[in-house]
């Protein structure tokens, strides 16, 4: 199942005038390399959903 | 097998699925295991920090403390240091450090091998025993046992390693009443392939099966992952390893997302360290029983043969005073018996004291932190957990010194109140504990297709599949408000932090205020890409202490600033925007809220995908969703 985080911050209401910016066209900002520690159940959960071709989805069932 | 009566079924025989399996934390000073449960083994001398010491004296073969207690009075025959010295060959030791137990030499006949030469005694072969037949009447009492003889003997480094290692291994079957199946065994980040394969041989060798070498910072990040041992920190944050040994400093820092850790630097200092600090415990020490005894005693470095047999006891007596020193904040002890000249020493030294005399391998560690972070382009100000590793950081002293350049919220074990009573938090323990709960983790792994083997050799050394890509901007939610205070506009919430290795899913759950308007009710908020950083603003202490202050201008001039600092976020790509009506709206006290679950999911490529639901009294409503192309 997801790890469904309960946070206590309560945003605003939106201002009235506030209307959604149209599509940036932006892309997220470039990955970079990094090595894992290959420790702990996470990592585990990590290597399971790429060997096993997994989304996060079908991992939790 | 005692005899069953005939008719009787064996007793059923008790098949654990989980094999017994340890943890083992090597260190070249100390090493402690653990088992299932994580807890630290005592050895049958009732220690569970065990001096990586072997000891050869006459017939008998002391390993641990006691062997180390063999520094005294037979150094040559007492072998220290030796993990750091497996899977290196003879010419790439050093040679250079004046050795305090026996010399490492090379190997008489393996060539280019390190070795160590001991004095032993050789037990006597026992007497024959006589037979009826053609043994002479005269000569039918027992022939007495010949003394054991004198003998060398030349072992490798790996040799003692697996020594010790056995011997290690039996204090943890004897207290389990169990064979000990595997282990888990910590390694320092910077062993290399050679050294790693020394070590599995070795262990081997003593019969121990390797599940893993787990490098330190691993170990210390699945004992601070385990959901017991968390108290109440968030699952992304960054952690500071403090790892305060005998022979080095090691420093670590750590991304840690829900419980998947990477390393974003590292920094070793061998200057720094328990040796470090002993030398200025001993010498503090030796000018006490000077004042004391007028006798004269230089020690660290010795003034001479005496004084370094005195060294030699002042170093060992030294140990329990640092342990009393960081357990407890009275007063610690320092008691000889005839340390030089046949006077006895009995000192004292207060946690006060101490921490002045050592102030200088605080501020040593405090000062390579500032450089480690640097060096990741990170601040101090990042940290939220710092954890102790090593028995040296056991000393609140180190904490309190660290503190200063941390952020007044970071979680510590001390803060936390974990290192006490060998808590989850206690420096010494914490690797034996990370190793044994992932050896129960490799250890019950199948095996059984292609792909639970391929799952399985992600644990085995330089795996691909530790190679991951990681986000370098965090992104949140910014929900606009109208007159906002700060430079961002609204309440910001990030929501998958900078250094997550993808890919990865956060959802998190939270309330809306909808405002005390009826009608048409609208959750909306922009996702943004955020610049962090530290803001630095030099500050003039205030002037209270005026009356004090000199008449003349000059004493003004040089009065210090003092510098303040702060995290910062900056807004820096808008990427898109995503908004829904509320339907399932509440009112409270005149005001409309609603509760919704907004999950981001970024693939392996970057590509992020922000979904929203509204949350319901029949769970999640209909799901709106936007997403962002990777770069
Ligand atoms: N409670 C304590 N308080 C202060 N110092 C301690 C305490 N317990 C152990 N030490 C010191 O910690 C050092 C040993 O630390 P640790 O066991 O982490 O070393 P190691 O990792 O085996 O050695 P190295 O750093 O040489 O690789 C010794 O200097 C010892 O005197
Ligand atoms: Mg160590």
Known sequence: MANVVDIQVVPPPLPASWAPPASTGKATAPLVERRLLPAGPAYLAHVKRAVHKLTFEEHDQ | ?631
Request: proline letters at 5%; a negative charge.
């Open chain 2, 1 to 631: 097998m005692a005899a069953q009566p005939n008719g009787t079924a064996d007793a059923p025989i008790e098949v654990s699925l989980i094999p017994t399996v340890v943890g083992i934390n090597f260190g070249n000073s100390y090493a402690s295991i653990a088992e299932g449960s994580a807890e630290c083994i005592a050895n049958e001398d009732g220690e569970r920090q065990i001096a990586c010491a072997v000891s050869f004296h006459g017939e008998e073969i002391y390993i641990g403390n006691q062997a180390k207690h063999q520094l005294v009075k037979n150094s040559k025959n007492t072998i220290t240091g030796f993990r750091n010295l497996l899977g290196k060959k003879f010419s790439e030791i050093p040679s250079d450090k004046p050795s305090v137990s026996a010399p490492v030499i090379q190997h008489p006949e393996q060539p280019d091998v390190a070795a160590y030469k001991v004095q032993v005694l050789q037990a006597a072969p026992s007497p024959l025993p006589t037979t009826a037949s053609n043994t002479p009447a005269a000569s039918n009492a027992a022939t007495p046992r010949s003394e054991p003889t004198p003998a060398e003997r030349i072992l490798t480094v790996s040799e003692v390693t697996t020594i010790f290692l056995k011997s290690l291994v039996q204090s943890a079957e004897d207290f389990l009443g169990k064979k000990v199946q595997g282990a888990v065994i910590s390694v320092p980040t910077w062993f290399e392939d050679a050294q790693r394969a020394a070590l599995e041989q070795a262990a081997e060798d003593a019969g121990l099966k390797v599940l893993q070498l787990l490098e330190e910072a691993a170990a210390a990040a699945v004992t601070t992952t385990t959901d017991a041992t968390s108290s109440g920190l968030p699952a992304d944050r960054t952690q500071l390893v403090v790892d305060l040994g005998a022979s080095a400093l090691e420093l670590h820092l750590l991304s840690l997302r829900e419980g998947l850790a990477f390393s974003r630097g590292t920094l070793s200092d061998r200057a720094v360290g328990g040796d470090a600090i002993d030398d200025k415990l001993i010498r503090f020490f030796a000018k006490e029983f000077t004042k004391k005894t007028k006798t004269a005693l230089a020690v660290s470095p010795a003034g001479g043969a005496q004084d370094a047999r005195a060294e030699a006891k002042l170093r060992l007596a030294a140990e329990h005073t640092k342990r009393t020193l960081s357990a407890s904040p009275g007063a610690a002890t320092c008691s000889v018996e005839s340390l030089k000249d046949g006077l006895d020493f009995a000192g004292t030294i207060t946690r006060l004291r101490f921490d002045m005399e050592v102030r200088a391998v605080y501020d040593a560690v405090l000062a390579r932190a500032r450089a480690l972070v640097d060096a990741a382009g990170a601040d101090l100000l990042d940290v939220d957990e710092v954890v102790y590793v090593g028995g040296s950081a056991s000393l609140p002293g180190l904490d309190e010194t660290l503190a200063q350049g941390l952020r007044e919220d970071v979680v510590t074990p001390f803060t936390a109140g974990t290192v006490v009573g060998g808590g989850v938090g206690d420096p010494t323990t914490i690797l034996a504990r990370g190793c044994a709960l992932q050896a129960k983790l490799v250890a019950t792994l199948a095996d059984g297709t292609e792909e639970e083997r391929e799952v399985r050799a992600a644990f085995a050394g330089g795996s691909k599949w530790t190679q991951a890509r990681a986000t370098s901007k965090t992104v949140g939610m910014l929900f606009p408000e109208e007159g906002a205070e700060g430079p961002l506009g609204g309440q910001w919430i990030p929501t998958v932090l900078k250094d997550t290795a993808v890919p990865c899913r956060r959802t998190l759950r939270f309330d809306v205020d909808l405002g005390e308007a009826e009608g048409e009710k609208k959750v909306g908020f922009e996702v943004w890409e955020v610049k962090e950083g530290v803001k630095i603003e030099k500050v003039k202490p205030p002037k209270d202490e005026e009356e004090d202050m000199p008449e003349d201008g000059e004493e003004e001039e040089e009065e210090e600033e003092i510098e303040v600092k702060e995290r910062t976020v900056e807004k820096e790509n808008l990427l898109t925007a995503l908004h829904f009506a509320a339907k399932e709206a509440k009112k409270a006290k005149g005001r409309w809220t609603t509760k919704v679950e907004v999950q981001f999911l970024i693939d392996e490529n970057g590509a992020l995908e922000i979904s929203a639901w509204e949350i319901g009294a029949s769970g999640r409503g209909e799901k709106t969703s936007v997403s962002v192309p990777a770069s």
